[in-house]
Every structure is written in C-alpha cells, then in structure tokens.
Nanobody, 120 residues
Framework: QVQLVESGGGLVQAGGSLRLSCAASGSIFSINTMGWYRQAPGKERESVAGITRAGSTNYADSVKGRFTISRDNAKNTVYLQMNSLKPEDTAVYYC??????????????WGQGTQVTVSS
C-alpha cells in the first residue's frame, strides 16, 4: 500500500506565507515526478508546480515568482513554499506522485488534500 500524507495548510492573511509538505510511504521503489495541484470551489483541478527526480521544476504562470517547489529524495517528500499569498490562491491543495512500485509497476497516487485559505 502507498500513502501520500500532506500537511501545512491553514488560514493566512494576504501577503503571508505557508509551507506545504507531502511525504510518500509504502511499496515505493523510485519516485519520478512529484507535484502540487489545487482545486478551488466550482473550478477544475489545476497544476500548480511539479518537480522531477533530477530537480527540474515547472510552475503555473499564476504562481511563478511566489511559490517554490522542492523535494528530498531520501525522504520521499515534496514541499511547496508559498509566499505573497493572494485570496485567489485559496483552494484545496493536492500532492501527486508518479513512481515505480516494488513490483516494477508504474503507478500514480494522490494525497487527500489540504485546505489553504487566504483572507483579504
């Protein structure tokens, strides 16, 4: 069994910062790409940022210059540092990972989501 456990969400004022963490555990051999997505009420889930095992990153235009994604391969953990938060960043944030499990199968898992609320 595989789990992605997120933490770090909460309520913050506009202009503030939060740091999300997502730790993967279970029958994992090697994690390829890890990423963060978000879904606001009434909207579709969208990609926020992604990072490969080698450390290459990509960001949604709406968060470039404000958010930073990083990972610790030894801990199977991905982070999202969110600065200069805006009310429009309010959403449920989901961690995603695609990996090879111990049986050699390519898998994709999602975390349970963590709420981020930015007040104006």
């Amino acid at each position: 069994q595989v789990q992605l456990v997120e933490s770090g969400g909460g309520l913050v004022q506009a202009g503030g910062s939060l740091r999300l963490s997502c730790a993967a555990s279970g029958s994992i051999f090697s994690i390829n790409t890890m990423g963060w997505y978000r879904q606001a009420p009434g909207k579709e889930r969208e990609s926020v940022a992604g990072i490969t095992r080698a450390g290459s990153t990509n960001y949604a235009d709406s968060v470039k210059g404000r958010f930073t994604i990083s990972r610790d391969n030894a801990k199977n953990t991905v982070y999202l540092q969110m600065n200069s938060l805006k009310p429009e960043d309010t959403a449920v944030y989901y961690c995603n990972a695609d990996f090879i499990d111990i049986f050699g199968r390519f898998r994709e898992y999602w975390g349970q989501g963590t709420q981020v609320t930015v007040s104006s």
